[in-house]
């Protein structure tokens, strides 16, 4: 199982971003798949996640209406679109595969998900 996040950057507060994460190693229209972020001294948290078949998407309140995650099964891919980026959005962002294929149970909390990728780094400048 492999995930990779990529397209993070520096961007001025108000700008944009799409983060994808693509990935390998097991059936990707059984899996929700999910984005967390971690900023500096800080614990790792919820952003988004999309269900399997990318009919339910979930968001934390401190992105909703400023961040749309979405999959291309043909890619196999997961991308989040960030809009109207805060310097309150910094961090390295990952995505992550949840633990069981066909659930989104726990789809908030880091524990629910079982394989992580390496995150890409977003930096918003004020």
């Known amino acids: 199982v492999q995930l990779q996040a990529s397209g993070g950057g520096l961007v001025q507060a108000g700008g944009s971003l799409r983060l994808s994460c693509a990935t390998s190693g097991f059936t990707f229209d059984d899996y929700a798949i999910g984005w967390f972020r971690q900023a500096p001294g800080k614990e790792r948290e919820f952003v988004a996640t999309?269900?399997?078949?990318?009919?339910?998407?979930y968001y934390a309140d401190s992105v909703k209406g400023r961040f749309t995650v979405s999959r291309d099964d043909a890619k196999n891919t997961v991308y989040l679109q960030m809009n109207s980026l805060k310097p309150e959005d910094t961090a390295v962002y990952h995505c992550a595969r949840h633990a069981w294929p066909g659930s989104i149970v726990g789809i908030t909390t880091t524990t629910a998900f079982g394989s992580w990728g390496q995150g890409t780094q977003v930096t918003v400048s004020s």
């Open positions: 999309t269900s399997w078949t990318g009919g339910r998407t």
